[in-house]
């Protein structure tokens, strides 16, 4: 329960806008990925200094790296940010899938290998969105 709660933490202290479309697309995850694993990070290193922007996690992946080592992470992340928010979708072995097959539909955001930006939920489609998370997420 504790992660649930920086979660909840953490979207209490976005403006009331951002926190409403925050907490719109917290619950589109929990749907969309039921009894998914939740993550929550702080954006600091291991010394306590910001590298990064605070990220709810979803799900769960496991990267293998060239030297053999593995590290467990989440699959979809949900972050805000100054431009507004961003939707990681993580593990997809094409990087031009994203954009390729959902960069014309969503509206408003930039659409890269891994990530969906954009400054408000009223900006893109959210139909749009959720196919992108589901779809990201059957490749991976």
Not at 21 to 46: A, I, R, V
Not at 98 to 115: D, H
């Amino acid at each position: 329960m504790y992660v649930q709660a920086q979660i909840t933490g953490y979207l209490s202290t976005q403006p009331a806008a951002k926190r409403s479309d925050m907490q719109t697309l917290h619950e589109m995850m929990l749907q969309l990925m039921p009894g998914c694993k939740l993550w929550f990070l702080d954006g600091k290193n291991s010394e306590g200094k910001v590298v990064s922007n605070p990220s709810i996690g979803y799900g769960e992946r496991t990267t293998q790296y060239a030297d053999g080592k593995t590290k467990d992470f989440y699959q979809v992340g949900l972050s805000a940010n100054t431009a507004g928010i961003s939707v990681y979708i993580l593990g997809i072995a094409d990087k031009t899938y994203l954009s390729n097959t959902y960069a014309k539909q969503i509206g408003k955001a930039t659409v890269t290998g891994y990530c969906i930006k954009f400054k408000a939920l009223k900006d893109i489609s959210i139909e749009v969105l959720k196919a992108a998370v589901s779809g990201g997420v059957g490749q991976v």
